[in-house]
């Protein structure tokens, strides 16, 4: 932030300001893209564990149902995802840059958040995936 200029660039997509001063919209395959770089884990890993740790079929009738589960709230989250894009675009359409009083709005918050949610969904579902690829040994428990 040099010379008191704040940029886009400054803020990461999960926060408002990223969106309020013209960060780019990153579509979905492109949250996954920076998911596989980032090395993160799931804040819900502890919980997936417990889920690993049945004994089978339970173990992978669960880890099936959670994934389902999980799939399910991605859609939605990019559905409207896709809606707080389009109100974006108006809103950038309608926005005076010489407007004295410039602040977030709240298609900015929302874009964030829906950014955050499909950022953590596909987080889940990659641990969830390496979770479900690797069989436990018959042995294990």
Known sequence: MNNNTVTALDFSPAHPWYYFLGGIVLPPKRIKNLIDDSGRESYRAEEFERLNRKAEPQRSESLRLMKDK????????????????RELNIERGKRSVSSPFRMCDDVHTSMSLKYCHIYNDLLHLKYLENMASKQMDLFDL
């Open 70 to 85: 999980i799939k399910q709230d991605l859609e939605r989250d990019i559905s409207i995802y896709r809606t707080v894009v």
